[in-house]
């Protein structure tokens, strides 16, 4: 099986169901914080292989959400600009195994990659699944 390096938000409920997920299909999952990791255009890049621009985004990020951010209307220059200055725009997770990175959890795409083990995937497995799409709580944590 593989190790997946996987991207996520700290507390996102499908980043939760997606590592229970490849973790049941064997692999091994090593998680890190897409939110505090120091992205470049050049580091962020190879993940989106060769989706279109308007592919890369969260699609419920707030700034997406409300008409600030427009990924259609966007370039991948820009685009990669905007997703380094404002993390939350990035559609997670972005996984990587070995040289290969891809983002987003589409069950089909990832199963062909490094397969799931014929573990049906229990719904929905990408996006944000609260009814509203307001933000996946903070993480809670040690108080200071």
């Known amino acids: 099986m593989a190790d997946v390096i ?3 938000k700290p507390g996102c409920g499908g980043n939760a169901r997606q ?15 897409l939110l505090a990791e120091s992205w470049t255009p050049a580091t962020l890049r190879p993940f989106f292989g060769d989706r279109p ?18 990924p259609e209307a966007m370039d991948e220059t820009a685009a990669l600009a905007a997703m380094v200055e404002r993390p939350l725009l ?10 290969r ?5 589409e069950t089909g795409r990832v199963d062909a990659w490094i397969g799931l ?13 609260r009814p509203d799409m307001s933000p ?6 040690p108080k200071p």
């Open 136 to 141: 996946c709580p903070k993480p809670s944590g």
């Open 19 to 33: 590592k229970a997920l490849l973790e049941l299909a064997g692999h091994r999952v090593i998680a890190r914080d």
């Open 117 to 129: 083990g014929g573990s049906p995937a229990p719904g929905r497995m990408e996006g944000c699944l």
């Open 101 to 105: 990175r891809d983002c987003g959890f």
């Open 6 to 8: 996987f991207f996520e």
């Open 90 to 99: 990035i559609r997670r997770p972005l996984m990587q195994v070995g040289d």
């Open 53 to 70: 621009v308007a592919d890369w985004f969260n699609r419920a990020a707030p700034a997406v959400k409300s008409g600030e951010v427009v």
